[in-house]
């Protein structure tokens, strides 16, 4: 790991070469091209892999184009997004699959209302769970919202449809989906790029019986969003949205996204009909298609939403019997399926080498504080409520410390309730980062006072969005684009919803760590602990005196072991059976916590007097 | 050991070159900048208006997870990422990273370019059991080549430390990957100037030339020094038994904050208890640092008994 983040930082840097025009571009940087030159005025997002970039790209192009900022939360980044379209002025909001959960309210009520400008939600799935906790699909929440959903395939669709993502917006006055999944909001390929349209704000259109959803409003919408699904379906059998490739009649495919280019590259011969929206279905040139073949085979990621669609027209469409409905499609996933369903004969010849691989899970990296905040979890036997972050690696081995982890900001709420459901043998502790406690995480601890809880919550302030790349938030007192701004005070936050307990740590020393968690869980109400280390990567990578070890002295105990810090690792060297360790001095960033565990003091500054 | 023949370009009937795709799979570890090196090759497909698609996956790769990029490049392509079997070229930036994508490669003529630097993750290290060995792989070059005819392995990492400048590994395998490729040298030359910090330019076309030269040169030496720890020999199986003399406990907890394996407990009469004993690695912490000498761990051979 010696060579680590240095080359990292440069990932983002080459210059560009004489082809201007033409750019390699990454699915997420070519949607937010797409938002520029479609004109649109704000964009707005919570950092979330595999969006996050989205709206990193869009903050590089000029402020005076586009306002460009990170907002607390999901439903906070579509609410700006409605705003900004009622304001009379393109808008976008980009969140992964589980942002849309919690951006959903709005969205359930806003496809009742339709747009003024145009107003894109981009949504980035991830089938396999690369980096999330469920792989649901956003075609159904398009459904459900009877809102389009386009499917890009690759970084030039990705930003094409995006761009007329604003104009069926716009057209059709309804909320526009624009889905990716990680292979394309991370692949590169290039994109031909084009200039910025200028749309200049249109007003905000005085009309309470759209804009205002009252129920008697509502009851005059809903009809109306009835009748947007039809004439969207209408104006897509003729779109060029949707592609019908020509092939042999034998065996029709129809696909979408990126499963479009396995498709492509498994079954060359086949006829393909390539949607370029799912939802809704383009039913006539569908059936069309369908009767031009002899067997109707449907290949998409996740959930049989448009097989099912099929049967319902009574089309004898096949499809998972043969894909998978978990997990993220490959050329190989599509090989093995077209095989079983006997249409491609054989089996590609691969290498028949059995290699055992070494697993390497991520993990915290050295110095990162949340490794104390853990081993004091461990040290005071809590019953830990986790969430989502870097943090929640402190549930695999030898941390091993986190009980339950279930959504952004759930583990407040969890905590009350695993206090008052009686799992009291154990303190009931949350643990909670910065920025997922300002997405979700206040109104569950203004819960837990009012509702008189006895618990502790560990903020753990790494002053950063650490687990997707170190964007700011709040707490950092930085936007997007790098401008200074208020600077949130936790403690005064905390204070202020009515905690009595709260006490900022160093989350390097772990006496007064294990101290303050202690005193803490002894606490009867509501305590609130704040770790105050910032994150070792990011927006610094922070490097001190590194650490080593005294080989002479070490008894090979792994109490060291413990903290799963990357810098430190065996030596072939034995004491009683037991490897003793060594610590990487390039990855050692010195932060002293296995030399405050080491029982030996075996454990000592680099260079220091022995 | 040949240097690989370069890609082949068939003529198309316009006189622009058809080029059929090229897969070239790029792996490591988080942090080791294998994004990068299928940048810089994606850039230079770009250059020569070849259609390029480059695949990966992040979130995970800070944090020292396992790394690949997918790079296809020709007049057409579709997947974004490789078929498994399929893969021409595999760039590997350690060594057991290699190992785990070689069924990529295509079995009848991949090439493997791997700097064979080990970075064991802690993760290898987890077994308290006496005697217990790394969990990393212990293949050698020469068990790889039986596999992989085409294999140039090279301690890229150690070579480019001799350079002066570690961080020169990627372009020691970069001049390697250029012999595979039919981009001149002094495009690849032009694209790292291009990347890299300026001060460092002269270092990396040294580790260029130094990557290349070693492929085309037919050396049969590796440069390989394999330094992942053996696996433990004959060490004997031994009982673990931890004795506590409760009258003598005075419930300090002294051992419970210590143990490594955090199977000490104090009972309800403030007494040290064991409660794993199976997970007692016989480290004797305990019996060491108790003021009151009321622990005795007693290691037996398990062949003594018999």
Known sequence: MTKATAAQHQDDSIAPTANAKLRPLMGNEAIARGVWEAGAKVGSAYPGTPSTEILESLGEFPAEDVDAQWATNEKVSIDVAIGASFAGVRAMCAMKHVGLNVASDSLMSQTYIGVNAGLVLVVCDDPGMHSSQNEQD?????????????????????????????????????????????????????????????????????????????????????????????????????????????????????????????????????????????????????????????????????????????????????????????????????????????????????????????????????????????????????????????????????????????????????????????????????????????????????????????????????????????????????????????????????????????????????????????????????????????????????????????????????????????????????????????????????????????????????GAAP | MSAPAPMERQSGTDGDPVLAPTNVLVVGVGGQGVIMVSKMLAELCLQHDIQVKQSEVHGMAKRGGAVFSHVRFGSEIHSPTIPVGQADILLALEWAEGLRWLHYLNPESGTLFVDTQQIIPPFSCRNRKRGASFDYVYKTVEQVKEH????????????????????????????????????????????????????TVEVNREAFELGRNWVQSESSEHHVQLLAPAPVQDHVEVKVELEITEDWCKGCDICVKMCPERILVLNRNEIVEITDPAACTGCRLCEWLCPDMAISVHVTPVEAET
Not at chain 1, 286 to 307: G, N
Not at chain 2, 148 to 171: S, V
């Open chain 1, 138 to 606: 956003t075609r159904v929440f398009g459904q459900f919202a009877m809102v389009p959903v386009l499917e890009p395939s690759d970084a030039q669709e990705a930003k094409d449809f995006t761009k007329r993502a604003f104009e069926l917006s716009e057209q059709f006055d309804t909320p526009v989906i624009v889905r990716s999944t990680t292979r394309l909001s991370h692949c590169r390929s290039p994109v031909h790029l084009g200039e910025r349209e200028e749309h200049a704000s249109i007003g905000f259109k005085d009309i309470p019986s759209k804009n205002v959803t009252l129920p008697a409003h509502a009851r005059v919408r809903h009809p109306l969003v009835l009748e947007r699904e039809l004439k969207i379906q209408e104006y897509l059998n003729t779109s060029d949205l949707i592609r019908w490739e020509r092939g042999s009649t034998e065996v029709g495919v129809i696909t979408l996204s990126t499963c479009y280019t396995y498709v492509r590259e498994v079954v060359p011969g086949a006829s393909i009909l390539k949607l370029g929206v799912s939802y809704p279905l383009a039913q006539d040139v569908v059936r069309r298609f369908c009767d031009s073949v002899d067997r109707v085979v449907v290949v998409e990621e996740l959930e049989p939403v448009i097989e099912r669609e099929l049967r319902i027209m009574g089309i004898a469409a096949e499809g998972k019997a043969f894909f998978p409905r978990i997990g993220e499609f490959s050329p190989e996933v599509l090989r093995a399926g077209f095989h079983k369903a006997g249409i491609i004969k054989d089996l590609p010849k691969t290498h028949s080498i059995e290699i055992a691989g070494v697993a390497r899970p991520p993990v915290l990296c050295a110095g990162c504080s949340h490794i104390g905040t853990f081993m004091a979890m461990r040290a005071i036997n809590a019953r830990v409520m986790g969430d989502i972050g870097c943090y929640t690696l402190g549930a695999i081995e030898p941390l091993k410390a986190i009980d339950t982890c279930v959504a952004m900001g759930a583990s407040i709420g969890v905590a009350v309730g695993m206090a008052k459901g009686g799992a009291t043998d154990r303190p009931v502790v949350a643990t909670i980062g910065d920025s997922t406690f300002l997405h979700a995480g206040i109104p569950p601890l203004i819960d837990a006072v009012y509702n008189k809880a006895n618990i502790t919550v560990l903020l753990l302030d790494n002053q950063t969005v650490a687990m997707t790349g170190g964007q700011d938030n709040p707490g950092t007192g930085r936007t997007l684009r790098g401008e200074q701004t208020h600077r949130l005070d936790f403690e005064q936050l905390v204070r202020a919803v009515g905690v009595k307990w709260v006490k900022s740590v160093d989350s390097y020393n772990l006496a007064s760590l294990y101290q303050a968690c202690r005193e803490a869980a002894q606490y009867n109400g509501v305590a609130v602990v704040i770790s105050n280390r910032p994150c070792v990567l990011d927006p610094v990578k922070i490097k001190g005196t590194p650490f080593e070890v005294r080989a002479e002295s070490c008894t090979a105990c792994q109490a060291c072991m413990n903290l799963a810090c990357p810098a430190i690792s065996w030596i072939d060297e034995l004491f009683d059976g037991h490897h003793k360790v060594k610590i990487d001095q390039a990855t050692c960033m010195g932060c002293s916590m296995c030399a405050q565990v080491c029982p030996t003091d075996s454990i000592q500054l680099s």
């Open chain 2, 148 to 199: 992989i005819p085409n294999a140039f392995a090279l301690d890229a990492t150690r070579l480019a430390t001799e350079l002066g400048n570690l961080r020169t590994a990627n372009t020691i395998l970069l001049g390697m990957l250029s012999t595979a490729l039919e981009f001149q040298p002094q495009e690849w030359q032009s694209i790292i100037a291009r990347t890299v910090p300026p001060k």
